[in-house]
């Protein structure tokens, strides 16, 4: 299996620029996960989904951050508009029910700066 | 709620020294624990898990023993190498509550000198 595949690896854009990030997950895989990693706050779980519908989002900083999946093979995240407190790794992941020790793999990450 | 918290770092060591990393849990009931490995532009990588109380995670060298009692889950490695210079995260996947996530610890960065 090719792994969990994000695009774009890299993004630089400017502020007030719409921003969007892909996912397709493994195959077979019903939960998927968006995390942002940053220097001061780490790893954080920004919204996961389970057979494509939104189970928490509690994680999503504010109105401008927006998930969606519309089928099993594809999620976005998308960032409208872009600021520069934006800039941050973004990490999708899926699994299976994590619960039962399944792991969770995640892709390498879309390296987002907003200038 | 569930919770996990590790040794703050960075962690720097010479070559072949021992390591541990500590990392201790809240849960409710019987989490499983995990360890996870970032290295440098990398995303995380599943290093060892351990689903049950006594279980011994391992793998490369690593091993971490899920410690019901104590509630920890210590990384360690007898001897390392300066490509296991990373930044290391414990992790609990919760069969209680949110069952569909890991909570993280805040990681751990090594830093192996030759």
């Known amino acids: 299996d090719a792994g969990v595949i994000q695009s774009p690896r890299h993004e630089v854009t400017e502020m007030g620029q719409e921003v969007t990030l892909r996912c397709k997950p493994i195959s077979g895989h019903d939960y998927l996960f968006w995390y942002r990693q940053t220097m001061m706050r780490g790893l954080e779980l920004l919204i996961y989904f389970n057979n494509n519908v939104p189970i928490d989002d509690s994680g999503m900083p504010e109105d401008r951050f927006s998930a969606k999946m519309p089928n099993a093979s594809f999620s976005t995240l998308k960032i409208q508009p872009s600021e520069p407190r934006d800039s941050a790794v973004y990490f999708c992941a899926t699994s299976l029910l994590p619960s039962s020790g399944n792991t969770i793999y995640f892709g390498e990450g879309s390296w987002l700066t907003v200038v | 709620g569930d919770s996990v918290t590790q040794m703050e770092g960075p962690v720097t060591l010479s070559e072949e020294a021992f390591l541990t990393i500590n990392c201790t849990y809240t849960a409710t009931g019987y989490p499983s624990l995990f360890w996870y490995v970032q290295y440098p532009g990398e995303g995380l990588q599943l290093l060892l898990k351990?689903?049950?109380?006594?279980d011994k995670g391992s793998n490369k060298g690593f091993e971490a023993t899920y410690r019901k009692e104590t509630t920890s889950f210590h990384l360690e490695k007898g001897s390392v190498q300066v490509s296991d210079s990373a930044v290391y995260f414990c992790?609990?996947?919760?069969?209680?509550?949110?069952?569909?996530?890991?909570?993280f610890g805040k990681g751990t960065k090594l830093s192996v000198k030759p």
């Open positions: 351990a689903t049950k109380a006594d």
């Open positions: 992790a609990l996947s919760s069969r209680g509550g949110s069952q569909g996530n890991l909570i």
